[in-house]
């Protein structure tokens, strides 16, 4: 069993950057990889970036702005974002799975809470 808690979100301007953290429980956070992904109101959950359990992949879907990494030492991920955009407002959820191709069609074990993020323009 793995626990996700995020951190890091916030109320932000237009342009300007936060990173989000996931801390994760558990002596297997090494194992699994981890992923990002935003649900803003109304509108279907979606695929924000993955990372293998090394750290030697990652599926950035909002290229050049976006940029997750890993410490396994302390069992957490991090997405940093910047320049960032009103439609970048959702709530971030951070997520665990198998392979970083399973995150990247939408599955995943295990969920964090999320937490919100709001870019004002």
């Known amino acids: 069993q793995v626990q996700l808690v995020e951190s890091g979100g916030g109320l932000v301007q237009a342009g300007g950057s936060l990173r989000l953290s996931c801390a994760a429980s558990g002596r297997t956070f090494g194992s699994y990889a981890m992923g990002w992904f935003r649900q803003a109101p109304g509108k279907e959950r979606e695929f924000v970036a993955a990372?293998?359990?090394?750290?030697?992949a990652t599926y950035p879907s909002v290229k050049g702005r976006f940029t997750i990494s890993r410490d396994n030492a302390k069992n957490t991920v991090y997405l940093r974002m910047n320049t960032l955009k009103p439609e970048d407002t959702a709530v971030y959820y951070c997520a665990a799975g198998d392979m970083d191709f399973d995150l990247f069609r939408g599955s995943a074990k295990y969920w964090g809470q999320g937490t919100q993020v709001t870019v004002s323009s």
């Open positions: 990372i293998s359990w090394s750290g030697g």
